[in-house]
């Protein structure tokens, strides 16, 4: 067995560096004129704008051998139904994994846009599947729905969909969908179904991934807690009969040296505001339990980012640096694919790797880490000298 | 008011022939060689049918069209997917994409126009039906009662819109419901989808009244599309909102008057369809392309003839005309290239009067 590594889509801009967040491509950050005409920002005039420049991070990362990319929606981010549908005739092998959460659609709506999708791509597009935060964000997305009834949901719509795929009519009677004689039309059911990447850390998250999913997605969490949480789901899944892979979601730092790569983090670190610094892991009001488990971690006091460091290689600051997930890996080329090859040896059969900026690091990543990574074959890898 | 014609993507398959199944070209349907065993076939399994709709799209920008609808439909491919997917390839062209409020989410709906619209320079517009009848619905996943059909599109469209204009936006109804909602930043204002409707029932036009922004009559004769015009206009003046007319038909135009009527005549034989033609008007025939089109009404005549029939919609208040006709790809070139010429030409010198 082989692993399958992804990069990431930022879908909401990206600073030129982890040092600074100035000169900053896409439209979200202020007095960026001077990028604006070249499409690296938006453009007013309907000329380049920042789907163009998603399109070559996703050229560079089919290039550069990534299997395809995350395309993380947010609150504040571009959505990745439309930016999957608008590259899919520019990409040949880049495949989309779409995060979106179950309760937003209806399933029957779900099924079409993904078997045409599907029909867009030749069969690139797959799901990562959320089910929401809870707290005020899940009310800014319109859902009022308590945390485990997110999940049991979740699991109704797959239900749904894995019943429509099969091509007969299907009928379905659940707490929160029902349908009566449904149908995918005979040219798309013949797609393949989407390969499904789960996320969610709380009882209720496995339950439902158990059922479902090819994938258990978890953020980077310290080595032996990660290992515990992949034991656990795959226990979970084998009881149903079911097998699982496990993938993570991290990002890196890769430089020729150790000490380049943390002099990238340190100076992104001593850019930062004292408040920024007061205020990370303070959390936002959401019941989600992976982000609970991200931020247990947090020190009380953090005077450098040393003290975010909690195992060799592994820092808890990205949040910091650029919003989203905060651990990640720091090191040289042999130190990152060794601490991913590490990941594998406890259950990892995947990764969505990022780093920013992610059109050049995809270069970069693929050409200096990539090849150093051994997965999951026993055959020594060949190890770049100097 | 500027006239805009938009064509058509045929979203679960084409036909030139009335006695033909739909045909999606481009797609293999089976393995087998579809020529002769003495005969090459390059293409393998190389492309389907959305290269085919891609290059529609294209066709009908290049023709001269305005926009182009991508109806919904359960036997075909999906329309936002499809939205997206010719987004790029094409320029100008403003995508009218066709769906039920029973989609999912109105926030959802809103925050993924919000980055069609920034991809696209803001050519993403909205057609939202009613739907078939309660069994239809429920095919759909859809158990929504025939009494609220029209009350979800009116909420659907109130918190799309509220979320697109507004920060922050709260609403509570029956069918959705936000708090604290909108969009910061660059995802703040961006441009409303506007919203098409149709249909003739006195709950329809009510619907229009209230929220869209262009409602669609199917083609009738003048003098019943002013009555109809007349009808929706009392509803707007209570609301106090203005809705644009829009109108949908199919449209067989050729050299001379006579070819298009052996034409469909044709293919209303091909069809077998028998008894006497539904003709509102000699040259407006109902139910002739229906099972293809979509469209109720066909205007059959010559180039001149039916440029002139459009001018008369145009000059009884319609603003969007949405046309269709077999093949999709070969008509979008003709009618661009014959009749829409031949009506701008009529129309333009009076729009700039009026400016």
Request: contains cysteine; negative net charge.
């Amino acid at each position: 067995m082989t692993i399958d590594i992804f990069w990431r889509i930022p879908t909401h801009g990206e600073p030129s560096s982890h040092r600074s967040k100035t000169p900053h491509r896409g439209d979200w950050f202020p007095g960026n004129d001077r990028l604006r005409e070249r499409g690296l920002v938006g453009s007013d005039e309907g000329e380049f704008n920042y789907i163009d420049y998603l399109a070559e991070i996703a050229h560079a990362a089919e290039i550069s051998g990534f299997q395809g990319g995350l395309i993380p929606s947010f609150p504040m981010t571009d959505e990745p139904w439309i930016i999957s549908a608008a590259l899919a005739r520019e990409t040949e092998t880049f495949r989309f994994m779409i995060p979106f959460q179950p309760g937003f659609l209806n399933p029957v709506t779900a099924a079409r846009m993904t078997a045409t999708l599907q029909r867009a791509t030749g069969g690139r597009a797959l799901y990562n599947v959320i089910t929401g935060g809870g707290g005020p964000a899940q009310l800014w997305w319109g859902d009022s729905t308590g945390h485990d009834d997110r999940y049991g949901r979740t699991t109704e719509f797959l239900d749904i969909l894995q019943g429509l795929w099969k091509g007969e009519p299907f009928s379905y009677q659940g707490k929160f969908y029902q349908v009566d004689n449904a149908r995918l039309a005979e040219a798309l059911s013949k797609e393949d179904y989407p390969e499904i990447y789960f996320s969610g850390s709380s009882d209720a998250a496995l339950a439902s991934a158990s059922k479902h999913a090819n994938y258990y997605l978890s953020w980077l969490e310290p080595f032996d807690q990660l290992r515990q949480k992949f034991d656990r789901v795959k226990e979970k899944t084998h009881l149903l009969g079911r097998k699982i892979k496990c993938a993570v979601r991290v990002d890196i730092v890769a430089r020729p040296t150790e000490e380049e790569a943390w002099d990238e983090v340190r100076l992104g670190f001593e850019a930062l505001s004292k408040e920024a610094i007061q205020n990370f892991g303070r959390g936002d009001g959401g019941d989600s339990a992976g982000a609970a488990r991200q931020w247990g971690n947090r020190p009380e006091t953090i005077n450098s980012y040393k003290d975010l460091i909690f195992e060799p290689n592994v820092w808890s600051g990205f949040n910091l640096l650029r919003g989203g997930q905060t651990n990640g890996i720091v090191g040289s080329y042999e130190q990152v694919a060794e601490r991913l090859d590490q990941l594998v040896q406890l259950g990892a059969d995947a990764f969505i790797l990022a780093s920013t900026p992610h059109l050049e690091e995809a270069y970069r990543v693929g050409e200096e880490v990539l090849p150093l990574v051994r997965g999951s074959t026993s055959a020594p890898a060949l190890r770049a000298v100097g | 008011m500027t006239i805009e014609f938009i064509w058509q993507l045929p979203t679960s398959g084409d036909s030139r022939y009335g006695n033909a199944d739909k045909l999606r070209r481009g797609e293999r349907t089976s393995a087998e060689h579809p020529y002769s065993p003495g005969v090459t076939d390059p293409r393998g399994t190389s492309f389907n049918y959305l290269d085919h709709l891609h290059e529609i799209a294209r066709a009908s920008e290049l023709a001269g069209f305005d926009g182009i609808r991508i109806p919904e439909d359960a036997e075909g491919d999906d329309p936002w997917i499809l939205a997206g997917y010719i987004s790029r390839g094409t320029r100008h062209l403003k995508i009218l994409t066709e769906f039920e409020a029973s989609w999912g989410s109105a926030v959802y709906a809103a925050k993924n126009a919000v980055s069609f619209q920034r991809f696209t320079g803001g050519r993403f517009a909205w057609q939202i039906k009613t739907g078939g009848d309660a069994q239809q619905r429920r095919t759909q996943g859809d158990f929504v009662k025939d009494s609220d059909v029209h009350q979800r599109i009116e909420e659907f469209v109130t918190v799309a819109r509220g979320v697109l204009t507004q920060s922050p936006y709260s609403f509570k109804g029956r069918f959705f419901e936000v708090l604290n909602g909108g969009f910061q930043g660059p995802l703040g204002g961006q441009v409303v989808p506007p919203v098409y409707l149709s249909g003739n029932t006195e709950a329809d036009l009510s619907l229009s009244a209230s929220v869209a922004d262009i409602h669609i009559f199917d083609a009738v004769t003048v003098a019943k599309l002013k009555e109809q015009i007349a009808s929706l206009k009392s509803k707007t003046d209570d609301t106090k909102r203005k809705v644009a007319i829009g109108l949908r038909l199919d449209i067989i135009a050729r050299e001379t008057e006579q070819e298009a009527f052996r034409d469909a005549t044709r293919y209303r034989n091909q069809t077998r369809q028998t008894g006497s033609v539904d003709a509102l008007e000699e040259h407006l025939w109902g139910g002739l392309t229906t099972h293809v089109t979509g469209a109720n009404v066909t205007l059959i005549g010559s180039y001149q003839q039916v440029s002139a029939a459009l001018i008369a919609y145009a000059e009884a208040g319609v603003t969007s005309f949405l046309l269709s006709a077999t093949p999709h790809f070969e008509e979008a070139y003709r009618i661009g290239e014959h009749v829409l010429p031949l009506v701008h030409e009529h129309l333009q010198p009076q729009q700039r009067r009026a400016a």
